[in-house]
C-alpha cells in the first residue's frame, strides 16, 4: 500500500499541473482531432479524481465516506477552475463545454472508484452463491 502522505502529495502535485495548465495564458491545444481540449478536460479530471480520492482526505480511499464527500467537492472544483479562467488578462475564455468534459471525467473517476470498490468487496467478502434449483 502506497502512504497516504506519498498519494496525497501525488495528487497536490497533479492539481497544481491542471491549474496551472487550465490558466496558462492563451494555451491552445489543438491536435487531429477537432475540440481536442475537451478530450483533455474529459481525462485530466478523470485522473484529477482519481487521485483526490486516493489522497484519502475523508476515509479510505474507496470508503463510502470518502466518495460520497470527494464527488460534490471536485463538482465545485471543475466549474470554479473553469470559470475562473475568465479573469482578465488571461486571455482564456469561459466554455460552458468544458465545463461539461469536465464533469464528464469527473463521472468516469467516480464510475471507475465504485468499480474498484465492489470489486474490492467481492473478493474481501465473497461472492454470493447463487441458488441451486
Not at 4 to 24: D, E, K, N, P, Q
Not at 69 to 83: G, Q
Amino acid at each position: 500500500m502506497i502512504p497516504r502522505a506519498l498519494r496525497r502529495g501525488a495528487f497536490i502535485a497533479y492539481a497544481l499541473v491542471i491549474v496551472t495548465l487550465t490558466h496558462w495564458p492563451r494555451l491552445q491545444v489543438e491536435g487531429p482531432l477537432p475540440r481536442l481540449d475537451l478530450w483533455a478536460h474529459f481525462v485530466a479530471f478523470s485522473l484529477w479524481m482519481i487521485l483526490f480520492a486516493a489522497a484519502a482526505f475523508f476515509g479510505d480511499t474507496l470508503s463510502r465516506r470518502n466518495l460520497m464527500r470527494a464527488t460534490p467537492i471536485a463538482c465545485v472544483y471543475v466549474v470554479l477552475d473553469e470559470l475562473t479562467q475568465g479573469i482578465p488578462g488571461l486571455g482564456r475564455v469561459v466554455d460552458p463545454l468544458d465545463i461539461l468534459a469536465n464533469l464528464g471525467g469527473i463521472a468516469i473517476g467516480v464510475g471507475a472508484l465504485v468499480l474498484a470498490r465492489r470489486t474490492v468487496l467481492r473478493f474481501i467478502l465473497g461472492t454470493p452463491s447463487r441458488p441451486k434449483h
